[in-house]
């Protein structure tokens, strides 16, 4: 049997952003490893899924000790999820793909992640993990995206480990 998801895994997953607030309050760890959806913990997880308050709620809450050298089974760094998930979400997608229970945000959102992701690992070198990630999202622009509103998914080539 699978051991009990963490309080702030089960409050991140449910979007309860007010129960992530009070457990992160309360000294919650965002480094817990707790895998979820092939995800290592709960900052993978609000990357995947697009989820930029929650981000913002880690990064705000992390006391300058959030993990990023942590990497997925598959050796992604939390940078190499949000660029997938951004580069994925650039590409138009076939109504009976975009209709799947996968991350729907606009690219905006997953620039804007990068954006604070490495925002932070300028300010704590240490807490990250080699390698530029996130270039993408920094060095280019939302043109790829059909300027359409259209929804963001999750690249199945290089997260659908991830995918529920």
């Not at 999820?81 to 009976?96: G, L």
Request: glycine share 4%.
């Amino acid at each position: 049997p699978q051991a009990p998801s963490p309080p702030l895994t089960l409050a991140t997953r449910k979007r309860d952003y007010r129960m992530v607030r009070i457990l992160l309050d309360a000294g919650a760890d965002v480094n817990l490893m707790a895998l979820d959806e092939g995800l290592p913990n709960v900052l993978f997880w609000a990357t995947y899924w697009g989820e930029l308050e929650l981000v913002k709620l880690f990064i705000a809450h992390s006391r300058h000790q959030l993990d990023l050298s942590v990497r997925k089974h598959t050796n992604e760094t939390v940078f190499d999820v949000a660029e997938a998930s951004r580069s994925f979400a650039s590409m138009r997608k076939p109504k009976h793909i975009a209709k799947l229970p996968l991350p729907n945000r606009p690219v905006v959102v997953y620039d804007k992640i990068c954006q604070l992701l490495q925002e932070y690992r300028r300010k704590y070198p240490d807490a990250a993990a080699e390698g530029a990630g996130c270039s993408r999202a920094l060095t280019g622009s939302t043109t790829a995206a059909t300027g359409r509103g259209d929804k963001a998914v999750a690249s199945p080539d290089r997260l659908s480990d991830a995918a529920p």
